[in-house]
């Protein structure tokens, strides 16, 4: 089969956190029941007026810098005419001509080369309102009517499905650490359509668009069945069509929706009912005053401090911990300690009882106490599984919950190495079979440590003290 080099671009609608819709002051949610958050303006009575979202704006402008772009300052709306049930005005708001950004870029990573999957422009639109199809009926939700998109379009540059999931793995972290979106892909809140085409060089061949895809996953199994798809066409001596077609993620194939004979005249003009934007560079710089530390920043920092890779990556996965575990990061602790702790004990706590660590009585400073006790040996991690509920739940001090549960820990080396030589002399057998490599006979003797003095050593300098001892 005869070597095709595939061209890809994606585009991404992102539904934008507000407390109320771009042009109207109904409440941006979602959840709720159907057409309940709705008001004239997002049914598009006639006579209406929308007012612009000022926050949106600024949404924007954190979404253009985060993602390399170059912002307009002067800029304005634009109205994209269509009639489809889901638009009753029969004109979608957007922006055509003046994008808030340009030429940006996303930086990824894909089997140890960077490259940078680059953006041609980011527009603030409005979304329509939800369909839902029942046999020959189109019901109507109006709730979505005039939610802030954010729509990211990148060039025809990605060139295989790694590259692509990366991208949208990466640009969903950004967005979702901005604070911009939440990217909830199952809830609708980020969608993305892929434009694939192959070609026996580098130009560009006839492209298909594949719409809304479910899920990142999903749009790399698209791509690569859509190029399968084309390839075939191709072998075959037939040529392909411009065509709009969905993922069918359990035939695993792309399906057709629509040929596109001609193209889309929208009719775009200038928004007459909002005025031009003109954004200062005080504006500007008062909208990126609230971004927070970003992921690649984060992984500098926690590099600097001396976090594992894998650790890294799982404190940056979940936003929550991270935010706390930023906070602690103003005191002077054993930070390593204090990450697989997180990472482990405190984080599988928070999963079963679908828990934010901030709805508990976690305090730094309970925290600092525990993560120090763990260090000098005074707690085990035994210790700690006994008492995270109490810990995360109560406002016992550590002191408190080691009284409660009995805690009493003996860390003085000298009584430790008694009780070993007191082991080592009554096991000779268990001795030898350490001896001969035999790694079940070390348990044996850290059981009879733990027996002799009742489970009140500390168990890592017991076990490290005792292979010390064998090893002489």
Known sequence: MTNYVPTIGIEVHVEVKSKSKLFSNSANTYGMATNTD????????????????????????????????NITHKMHFDRKNYFYPDNPKNYQITQNRTPIGTNGYVEIE??????????????IEEDTCKSAHRGNVSLLDFNRAGVPLIEIVTKPC?????????????????????????????????????NVSISKDNTLGVKTEI???????????????????????????NTIKEETRRFDDKQNKTILMRVKE?????????????????????FITDALKTLPLLPDELREKYKKIGLTPLQIEKIIANRALNSYFL?????????TIAINLLLSDIASYLNKHNKLITDTNLTY?????????LESGELSNKNIKEIIPSLMETDKTLEQLKDEFNIKNITDNSFIKDIITKVI?????????????????????????MKETKGSVNPKIANDLLIDTLNK
């Open 38 to 69: 709705v008001n004239v303006i997002d049914l598009g009575y006639p006579g209406t007026l929308p007012t612009i979202n000022k926050e949106i704006i600024k949404q924007g402008i954190r979404a253009a810098h985060i993602l390399n772009c």
């Open 110 to 123: 894909v089997d140890g080369i960077k490259k940078k999957i680059e953006i041609e422009e980011i527009h």
């Open 158 to 194: 990605i060139n295989n499905s790694k590259e692509a999931t990366s991208y949208l793995t990466k640009l969903k972290e950004l967005l979702f650490y901005a604070n911009i979106s939440d990217c909830k892909m199952e809830e609708g809140s980020m969608r993305c359509d892929a």
């Open 211 to 237: 719409k809304n895809i479910s899920s990142i996953h999903n749009v790399g199994l698209a791509i690569l069945e859509e190029i399968n798809r084309q390839k075939e066409i191709l072998e075959s001596g």
């Open 262 to 282: 001609t193209g889309n005249d929208y009719r775009y003009f200038i928004e007459p009912d909002i005025p031009y934007l003109e954004l200062t560079d005080e």
């Open 327 to 335: 906070g602690l990061l103003e005191y002077k602790t054993n930070y």
């Open 365 to 373: 400073d309970k925290l600092v106490t525990v993560i120090n006790s």
């Open 425 to 449: 002399e009554n096991n000779p057998d268990s001795v030898n079979d350490y001896k001969n490599g035999h790694d079940r006979a070390i348990k044996y003797l850290m059981g009879q440590v």
